[in-house]
């Protein structure tokens, strides 16, 4: 199980640190952040491998964006800098299998959390 935490009202610029915490290890699991701002579909936005070595950020968070993990706390974060109007969003977590590399692909995700709501105001 998953869940995302760490949402909520911030002025554009501003920063804000989502975290995902497992209910149970981590260290076979690679973890992705995704959103979904209202009336769009959810886009990926970044994940990180199974050691953390591998990471992969959407080109909109690019730079601005910073995941991790920690995974003797079974936790990933997701550092969100210079944040805009336009991250407005439902942001979840997701895990997935995969043995190398990660994906921000929604089929290779096994596990959704419940989101966190971010608003970025202008």
């Known amino acids: 199980q998953l869940q995302a935490s760490g949402g909520g009202l911030v002025q554009a610029g501003g920063t804000l640190r989502l975290s995902c915490a497992a209910s149970g290890s981590t260290d076979y699991l690679t973890i992705s952040w995704f959103r979904q701002a209202p009336g769009k579909e959810r886009e990926g936005l970044s994940c990180t491998g199974r050691r953390g070595y591998s990471t992969y950020y959407t080109d909109s968070v690019k730079g601005r964006f910073t995941i991790s993990r920690d995974n003797a706390e079974n936790t990933v974060y997701l550092v969100m800098n210079s944040l805009k109007a336009e991250d407005t969003a439902v942001y979840y977590c997701?895990?997935?299998?995969?043995?190398?590399?990660?994906?921000?692909?929604?089929?290779?995700?096994?596990?959704w959390g419940k989101g966190t709501l971010v608003t970025v105001s202008s």
């Open positions: 997701a895990a997935g299998r995969r043995l190398s590399g990660c994906t921000i692909r929604d089929s290779g995700m096994h596990y």
